[in-house]
């Protein structure tokens, strides 16, 4: 079994919710075979208190949280990422800076969760559902036996997971 650190970026436009919420996800639950980032392409500059709520349901220090660009990650001493993931619909058809190393790149298209109004429970429960559908995708992301995948056939596996139906 390969002891390889896999590094994740997701991408999502104002990275406040989704694309945090992903990073927390995959830090908490992919047992030291994955570093997750995130970062937007538009970044509010702030994380959403509903994300944050999350993020720390899972085990994630809300200290880790922060929204940045994803001008961050391509800067040439950014860690070298090995899967870049869109996680809204507005990321997927923006241009992309060109990532060092060829990373596999999918898109995981989910709702946008901190445009929904509401009462505070109301968007608690948005939120919530969100958060479980996107650790739905990130518990199969981490059962894959990467180190036995060529490239080709872990990007048709990650566009598969990308239409997994909660």
């Known amino acids: 079994m390969s002891s390889k650190t896999y590094n994740v970026l997701f991408l999502c436009t104002g990275n ?74 507005r990321a997927a058809g923006e241009a992309c800076p060109v990532w060092p190393g060829q990373p596999v790149t999918a898109h995981w298209g989910f709702t946008d969760p901190a445009s929904a109004s509401g009462t505070d429970d109301e968007l608690r429960h948005v939120f919530a559902t969100v958060c479980r559908e996107i650790k739905t995708r990130l518990d199969i992301f981490c059962s894959l036996p990467m180190e036995k995948l060529d490239k080709l056939a872990l990007k048709r596996e990650l566009a598969r997971i990308g239409e997994v139906k909660e």
């Open 16 to 89: 406040s919710a989704r694309s945090i919420m992903a990073e927390a996800i995959l830090n908490a639950v992919g047992g030291g075979r994955f570093r997750a980032f995130s970062a937007g392409s538009h970044p509010t500059g702030k994380v959403n208190p509903f994300a944050v709520e999350q993020a720390t349901a899972v085990g994630y220090s809300a200290a880790d949280l922060r929204s940045k660009s994803w001008d961050e990650f391509s800067q040439p001493d950014a860690p070298a990422m090995d899967f870049v993931i869109t996680v809204c619909d």
